[in-house]
């Protein structure tokens, strides 16, 4: 299944800018970790006002059940407010509904 995940990052007021790093460089780390398992298959960069940090990704999970945990182990959820979207193609989709290119949750690590 596909899902069009939003994403917006709440930094809480007084967090030390030693976690705020921390967490990003391990979000930018668990992020390909989901790419190379074929979960996360592309992420935008929203139009924001100063001071937002949004995100739009398209995912691919067996299920939202599935969805959901890789969402809870990324290093910011606590600081996310995420809308989950499930994804069914429409009959006009200019692209054939094509299978995965890989099975889920097998790495292309060699």
């Known amino acids: 299944m596909e899902f069009l995940v939003e994403f917006a990052v709440n930094i809480p007021d007084g967090a030390p800018a030693s ?3 921390s967490r990003n460089r391990a979000e930018a780390s668990a992020a390909a970790r989901l790419v190379d398992e074929g979960h996360l ?3 935008w960069k929203p139009p924001m006002e100063p001071g937002e940090t949004k995100a739009l990704g398209l ?3 067996v299920s939202e059940a599935q969805l959901t945990d890789l969402l809870r182990a990324l290093p910011l959820y606590d600081w996310m407010r995420i809308t989950i979207t499930p994804l069914q193609v429409h ?3 200019p692209v054939p ?3 995965f290119s ?3 949750g097998v790495s292309n690590e060699q």
């Open 19 to 21: 976690e705020i790093e």
């Open 41 to 43: 298959v592309r992420l």
């Open 59 to 61: 995912y691919r999970a």
């Open 91 to 93: 009959p006009n989709d």
């Open 97 to 99: 509904d094509q299978p």
């Open 102 to 104: 890989q099975p889920l």
